[in-house]
């Protein structure tokens, strides 16, 4: 992913001193897996059936509410939101998968999410899929959660991918980015104990497509390959600037997007670094590009 598609920075006015946390697909059946936050499925279930007045509930109204959308700032998320939301029935909307790619709690009683929408349409015969960006900052009322800042990005066509996609992405795949060193450190001291090599990929837990290439790793094909060879270390950007020095230090442009891997020796030393944004785009590469990575870059039998 070259840029991060989500942007929340207005958040920190509602809370000062914080920041987001670092924190198979759906047949067109209707049915979805859980998103793992009992309010968000509630909410998907009112988009699929196309709930307006529903929707709207699920929004708080107030002085600090807006919706971000890719026409602007909204002051009234519940109107705007649930208009537009619901308006995605009438279009063959059949099917709705929310994947939480990172999540937060700024404060006691709010949840901050990034998140994946999935949308499966019928119309004249013919099937489409697309795909929404989107942020949702959820507070708690009593026993209840509404929504009451959100943002999303325009809708896209879904692409199409040969590599595996997680049903529920690891939304503790890249630790905070302050971890980095440390785990740094340790991946070193185990490389020159068993003589490996350390797989360094660079992202964040925002980016999806982090997300497919981490499922790809861990598939039965590839998972053996790595365990065999590497210590992998996930080095979290952030919002794209935490951890700027290390990927200079091995030599991976992140401005080329993410992830982006680097592989280094038991001391520290560049192996090979991915200089054109090789994998950003999990849409483009395939399994055999995965494999021919590692296995190309892997420590020398007997070395």
Not at 207 to 221: F, G, I, Q, R, T
Request: with cysteine.
């Amino acid at each position: 992913m070259r840029v991060r598609i989500i942007f929340l920075a207005m958040v920190a006015f509602l809370f000062p001193g914080t920041l987001p946390a670092s924190h198979a697909s759906q047949e067109a059946t209707g049915s979805a897996i859980s998103s793992g936050f009992e309010p968000l499925d509630h909410w998907r279930a009112a988009v699929l059936a196309g709930d307006r007045p529903g929707l709207k509930l699920l929004y708080i109204v107030s002085p600090q509410s807006y919706a971000i959308t890719p026409q602007g700032k909204i002051n009234d998320p519940a109107d705007e939101e649930s208009q537009f939301w619901s308006a995605l029935h009438a279009q063959g909307l059949t099917a709705v998968s929310a994947k939480i790619l990172e999540r937060g709690q700024p404060e006691p009683g709010v949840e901050q999410m990034v998140l994946r929408f999935e949308l499966t349409f019928q119309s004249k015969g013919e099937t489409q899929r697309k795909v929404i960006g989107g942020v949702q900052v959820w507070g708690q009322m009593g026993n209840d959660w509404r929504i009451f800042v959100s943002q999303r990005t325009e809708s896209g066509f879904l692409p199409q991918m040969s590599l595996p996609e997680p049903s529920t992405p690891n939304i503790h795949l890249y630790p905070e980015p302050a971890e980095a060193t440390k785990e740094l450190d340790e991946a070193l001291a185990s490389a020159k104990s068993d003589h490996k090599r350390v797989l360094v990929v660079f992202g964040a837990n925002w980016c999806y497509d982090c997300h497919v290439l981490d499922e790809a790793m861990n598939s039965p094909k590839v998972a053996p390959l790595v365990g065999a060879n590497y210590h992998v270390v996930h080095i979290n950007i952030g919002e794209g600037k935490d951890n700027s020095a290390l990927a200079s230090r091995f030599l991976v442009p992140l401005d080329k997007g993410i992830p982006s891997l680097a592989v280094i020796d038991a001391n520290g030393v560049v192996v090979t670094s991915q200089k054109q944004g090789e994998f950003e785009s999990a849409a483009k590469i395939g399994m055999s590009d995965v494999i021919g990575f590692l296995e190309r870059w892997k420590p020398a039998a007997g070395k």
